[in-house]
Antibody, heavy 119, light 107 residues
Framework: QVQLVESGGGVVQPGGSLRLSCATS????????IHWVRRAPGKGLEWVAL???????KYTDSVKGRFSISRDNSKNTVHLHMNNLTAGDTALYYC?????????????WGQGDLVTVSS | EIVLTQSPNFQSVTPKEKVTFTCRAS??????LHWYQHKADQSPKLLIK???QSISGVPSRFSGSGSGTEFTLTISGLEAEDAATYYC?????????FGQGTKLEIK
């Protein structure tokens, strides 16, 4: 069955960095994009970033220049590198599988990993 | 960026009732609008893709309709397990965006 498991979250000081990972299984990883979606405390869902099946990447404006998404096809894993973190980045971060190579609804989600930015 | 506005923000209903949520988009989405259910301490779950297409394993009481800038999610014959927050999401234009969510309470 399809599984996505996030790791790497934790507490980091403002201005610090963190790398989230999303380990996947149960589907042909090379054929699908993987997204990161976050939910800040008391707020709704926010799309953060996408790495397409071909490795190309897209970001929401608030993280451009600070976050970088990459994929390792040999390990069926996606990474989200987060730099210059601020309190506004505090959230539960989910990785989610795209519904197809060219379609971007999210048909499977991980359980989420908490990132807390605090001094 | 495309703004999705959901209404209502909150609704409280009794079991077996029918409820309809609305999602309005600031630009034409065609049918690139999807619905998710998010329960506390769980991952979001895809309910409807492309406005009205059903998802395997999702109960048939969940249905969607609409196109362009106005979309609806209907839940018929509500059950206690349907208590959750419901989000619409557009994949027509980057950056992808979500509505602010509708919280459903079952009395």
């Amino acid at each position: 069955q399809v599984q996505l498991v996030e790791s790497g979250g934790g507490v980091v000081q403002p201005g610090g960095s963190l790398r989230l990972s999303c380990a996947t299984s149960g589907f042909n990883f090379n054929d699908y994009g993987i997204h990161w979606v976050r939910r800040a405390p008391g707020k709704g869902l926010e799309w953060v970033a996408l790495v397409q099946y071909d490795g190309s990447d897209k970001y929401t404006d608030s993280v451009k220049g600070r976050f970088s998404i990459s994929r390792d096809n040999s390990k069926n894993t996606v990474h989200l590198h987060m730099n210059n973190l601020t309190a506004g980045d505090t959230a539960l971060y989910y990785c989610a599988k795209a519904g197809g190579s060219y379609v971007h609804y999210f048909d499977y989600w991980g359980q989420g990993d908490l990132v807390t930015v605090s001094s | 960026e495309i703004v999705l506005t959901q209404s209502p923000n909150f609704q409280s209903v009794t079991p077996k009732e029918k409820v309809t949520f609305t999602c309005r988009a600031s630009q034409d989405l065609g049918i690139s609008l999807h619905w998710y259910q998010h329960k506390a301490d769980q991952s979001p779950k895809l309910l409807i893709k492309y406005a009205s297409q059903s998802i395997s394993g999702v109960p048939s009481r969940f249905s969607g309709s609409g196109s362009g800038t106005e979309f609806t999610l209907t839940i018929s014959g509500l059950e206690a397990e349907d208590a959750a927050t419901y989000y619409c999401h557009q994949s027509n234009t980057l950056p992808y965006t979500f509505g602010q969510g509708t919280k459903l309470e079952i009395k």
